[in-house]
């Protein structure tokens, strides 16, 4: 067993995440490396930009505007990942990897794009692999998916894990907001980016289903298989149906692994209000977990930030330089064991909460429902509300049935010509 | 690194737990092979009463009465304690050790009063000791702890660790019940033991805080330090105040860490309705944990039984045979690196519900408020109300106060010809 005094750590990208977690690597400096077994030495800090003010100093000669000097450097043994993105950060953390060093990234998108090539160069290599901070910031739940849950016979996997969506979200509940009005302020509060297309389209939280999913059900999930709809269309109309059905609305990341194959799709979703996480708020985040022998699991906490995600960075560095102190890198390898198919969207089955502008007049119910009734689409309750005029909402919310045909029963109703609108289609989450 | 192509499995007893573990090692048997790297073989069992019917079937050749036959073993590399309780468990467990071999246990009782014995055994000889079935059942926390939060910078732990109390006070909270008839109810139902008194007197949750606080804390917590108390003396009234004042009470393991020393404490609590905690009801179990990094972290799910437990059993074995697979044993030491001092329940500051029954006449409650005005216990709500003939029962929730001037304000109080009974005391959870 190498017995080492000092394990120096590289740095790429000094943004948010590398310069919590270089924070907390220096600030726990004496616990860390106790835990550790040697001191954990950040040597080298490679950014492109070091004009930006930032929350700690870096002595100029640990500078680099050279990520390459980082991943080449011989005395590094870890490479901390913070750029995030696919190009360049794949590349670096490939060199590195081929270097012999072992990795610890948070970069969401380049492990669900691209995290078969890079857990294949790390096991050729003998290295670690570790993405804790991609999910969940610093709630541990990679970790203990695939180590403490290995038994654990799991099912499903639950997810509220785009903090800005949950924000906005949680607004537009607790005070009837629109979603326009509360995305603005979740811009201004900064929980949103100038461009929240990656948040509020579901880009974001289909990267961490596609991580998760591939852990929990130990079959590598393509993002491309993974069905996604964001929030932009959640109308304050729909949240207070949702309250008065006892529901409330989140976007959620739902994996399941079902006898006839994966379903992977993240989308907005009625969850009953007594649900653990129907009670997750604001820009919080939540995994929940359902397995033949565990039974029912959750993990919360904040699922962002500066000094969160560096914390499981800094928890994935130890558990490296444990490694590395017992000369046991790699143990523990991609769990990707089996190849499961993913199902597409329309063989999902599930409920549905359906919201139109009809004609107000005699029969219009009916038209509906017999409809439904023809495409065996079963119906668990039904709101009928006066609004403007000679228009009425009908809200309904359906038994178990297949997307397809729901879906077929959609376009039908839709050329009704009692139908004014299609509101809005929502899934609700099955018990 | 010595290639294995199986590791055999000793188990000691062969009850709620053992029986789980057995069953998800022979069920999920393929992927754990898959996840361990080799085989996992459970070449014998024992336990000393083979006449009562289990769900799992055990060869005879793989049984025995005798534990001593599984611990000497040569060819068995990890021993599963699933016997529980100090003795003889720990001779076994030491034993094991003591033969080279690994150990995974779900015995808080032995981890909290021999842990350190048990710790240091494992060290010397190298090999791995792990626990995480010891608190909250299938739901992992020891190993999150241990090592993804390693750079958390944990500040608080606040558990709901004991599921027969939860499930009592739930069911006194949902429908108004007396203890003694909620305690029924759960024995009933095979919550509560015959004998409760672990549960309801708090020694169990004192059991896991003292586990919890040693390493979310770094510094080995002696279960004497622990401060426990049950919840035998709440009535359905503390309850329905509890309610109208925005709290549910809930039975507490609270860990903290302060510049003074570290508080541990094991109590009946109010808990503000909007805490993530207040809503863990039932037979659920829940960590919440506060770090400087990490921010706020919650743990959720079945804190026992014979499958949730038998998968943190199954996940600690998976975990153990990676190491020896890696020759990696006792990679992750124990953690107790520092020596914190535990403080008294005397020095610990925070805020009280206080309901007494007194007579009702003009000036009382002047009189009352006058002996914590010369205390200085500051008064944040009080609520009075007519109760039966010349009775009033009053009810005060108190700021920040050191535990010392509240019991001497108490004993005053107490001693009051007006007071006719001091009802309840209990512990308020500050922010």
Same mark, same amino acid.
């Given at each position: 067993m190498p017995q080492r005094d000092v394990i120096n750590i590289g740095l790429l990208g000094f943004g948010v995440v590398g310069s919590g977690a270089l924070q907390i690597l220096e600030r726990e400096r004496e616990s860390l490396a106790n835990a550790a077994g040697c001191r954990l030495e950040v040597k080298r800090v490679a950014d492109i930009d070091w004009q930006r003010p930032r929350p700690i100093h870096v002595p100029p000669e640990k500078r680099t505007t050279d990520a390459l000097e980082v991943v080449r450097d011989p005395e590094i043994s870890i490479v901390i990942e913070a750029?995030?993105?696919v190009k360049p950060a794949l590349d670096y953390v490939l060199e590195a990897i081929a270097n012999g060093k072992s990795v610890v990234t948070s970069n969401k998108e380049m492990m669900a794009k691209e995290g078969r090539q890079v857990m294949e160069a790390a096991a050729a290599k003998g290295v670690d692999i570790c993405f804790e901070g991609a999910v969940g910031g610093g709630i541990p739940i990679i970790r203990p998916l695939k180590e403490?849950?290995?038994?654990?016979?799991? %099912?499903r996997v639950l997810g509220i894990v785009n903090g800005t969506t949950n924000y906005i979200l949680t607004q537009m509940q607790q005070h009837g907001r629109e979603f326009g009005d509360a995305l603005a302020e979740a811009q201004q509060k900064g929980y949103a980016e100038p461009d929240p297309t990656s948040d509020v389209e579901g880009f974001d939280a289909a990267y961490k289903l596609a991580i998760l999913a591939s852990i929990a059900f130990n079959s590598r999930v393509n993002l491309e298989s993974v069905y996604h709809e964001g929030?932009? %269309?959640?109308g304050a109309a729909d949240m207070a149906y949702a309250q008065e059905l006892g529901y409330v609305i989140k976007l959620l990341a739902i994996g399941a692994d079902t006898e006839d194959g994966l379903e992977l799709r993240v989308h907005p979703t009625l969850v009953p209000r007594d649900h653990p996480l129907a009670s997750v708020a604001d820009v919080f985040n939540a995994v929940f977990i359902e397995g033949d022998a565990v039974g029912e699991v959750m993990f919360y906490g904040r699922g962002a930030g500066s000094l969160p995600t560096g914390s499981a960075v800094v928890g994935d560095v130890v558990d490296v330089a444990r490694n590395i102190r017992n000369g046991a890198t790699g143990r523990v390898p991609c769990t990707c064991f089996e190849q499961k198919r993913a199902k597409n969207i329309e063989e999902v089955v599930g409920k549905y909460y359906l919201r139109l502008q009809v004609a107000d007049r005699p029969g219009v119910l009916a038209s509906i429902a017999s409809v439904f009734g023809e495409e065996s689409v079963s119906i668990a309750s039904v709101v009928q509300k006066k609004t403007t005029g000679d228009r009425a909402e009908i809200v309904w919310i359906t038994h178990d049935v297949k997307e397809h045909a729901m879906q077929k029963s959609l376009q039908r109703i839709r050329s009704l010509?009692?139908?004014?609108?299609?509101s809005n289609l929502i899934r609700v989450l099955a018990a």
């Open positions: 750029i995030g993105g403490s849950l290995a038994g654990a016979g799991l %099912r929030i932009t %269309r959640i010509p009692v139908v004014v609108e299609v």
